[in-house]
């Protein structure tokens, strides 16, 4: 109980609830009330930002840290747990969470927690990389379900068979409004990011 106490007092509440949030996302992957991408999302960046010093920094250190390499709620689950574990380690120092000093030590640990994240989700990028490079060989001229409603300008997402293997895949129409639930063909790819284009499927 005095272990359950110090997970919840002061600063500790912070990592202790974001862990519980992912605990209970997968949860509800797991009972099917979630989509496993249903918090996902494609991290793009648009080129013509690229001249500005400060976003160009940013963007390298993004993906220094492997964000956007590997799906966000994955990434997430991996640093919330990290950073949990870091902070009921100080259970064992005299640093109480509610201090100054607990408030320093958790600076520390997030620090710590994304550098060790970096790490854990190295292997895992060339895993992601190598399942996209190796699907959307297959997918242009394939046909899909719309998870979502898109249109031109809203992104959304759709359901493509691969091999026999159901991936979800970023798309947009070619200019109609196509609902969720449709069937669309996917008609091309836009260069140098991981979005489809696509057209809604008229039934005969």
């Given amino acids: 109980m005095e272990y359950i106490a110090f997970a919840f007092s002061g600063i500790n509440i912070l990592p202790s609830m974001l862990l519980m949030i992912v605990i209970f996302y997968w949860l ?3 009972l099917g009330v979630f989509s496993v991408n249903v918090i996902d999302f494609d991290l793009d960046f648009d080129l ?13 250190i993004i ?3 492997n964000i956007g390499a590997v799906p966000i709620m994955i990434y997430g689950t ?3 747990l990290v950073l949990w574990v870091l902070s009921m380690l100080v259970y064992y120092t005299n640093i ?3 201090s100054f000093g607990g408030f320093l030590i958790f600076g520390q640990n997030i620090i710590i927690a994304v550098l ?3 790490a854990l989700t190295e292997p895992l990028t060339g895993f992601f990389a190598a399942m996209e490079d190796s ?13 979502s409603t898109i249109n031109a300008e809203n992104i959304g997402q759709a359901e493509i068979m691969v091999d026999g293997y159901p991936i979800v895949i970023n798309v947009k129409s070619v200019g109609d409004t196509i609902l969720k639930g449709s069937a669309a063909v996917v008609v091309s ?14 039934l005969n």
């Fill in 63 to 65: 993906k220094f840290l």
């Fill in 116 to 118: 060790l994240t970096k």
């Fill in 135 to 147: 699907s959307s060989v297959e997918i242009v001229g394939k046909d899909c379900v719309l998870k």
């Fill in 78 to 80: 991996i640093l919330f």
């Fill in 28 to 30: 509800s992957v797991i």
């Fill in 48 to 60: 013509d930002c690229s001249s500005n010093l400060y976003f160009d920094g940013g963007v390298k």
């Fill in 189 to 202: 790819k836009v260069e140098e990011k991981d979005l489809y284009i696509v057209k809604e499927k008229l």
């Fill in 96 to 98: 109480s969470p509610q």
